[in-house]
């Protein structure tokens, strides 16, 4: 669900306010830690994150957003 959102971002980075925004804050409605956890458990794995979902980013770049986006929500937590 993360990941969907930013497939077809140029820049998946771009895509992070929207994530958080539509995502987690809309959809989702669960705590930030939990998505955080679950952030970590994909970053913590062996997985080919790049493999779930047919789009033209590179591990690299999904791990890269994922961990941008894990920041950003400990940046979140932090405020609250």
Same mark, same amino acid.
């Given at each position: 669900?993360?990941?969907?959102?930013?497939?077809?971002?140029?820049?998946?980075?771009?895509?992070?306010?929207?994530?958080?925004?539509?995502?987690?804050?809309?959809?989702?409605?669960?705590?930030?830690?939990?998505?955080?956890?679950?952030?970590?458990?994909?970053?913590? $794995?062996?997985?080919?994150?790049?493999?779930?979902?047919?789009?033209?980013?590179?591990?690299?770049?999904?791990?890269?957003?994922? $961990?941008?986006?894990?920041?950003?929500?400990?940046?979140?937590?932090?405020?609250?």
């Amino acid at each position: 669900m993360l990941i969907y959102p930013i497939q077809f971002e140029s820049e998946p980075l771009d895509g992070i306010d929207r994530v958080v925004a539509q995502v987690i804050r809309e959809h989702w409605r669960i705590p930030l830690r939990d998505v955080i956890a679950a952030i970590d458990a994909g970053l913590g $794995s062996d997985a080919k994150l790049a493999e779930l979902l047919p789009q033209s980013h590179s591990e690299v770049v999904i791990r890269r957003f994922l $961990s941008a986006l894990r920041t950003r929500l400990e940046a979140e937590t932090e405020k609250d």
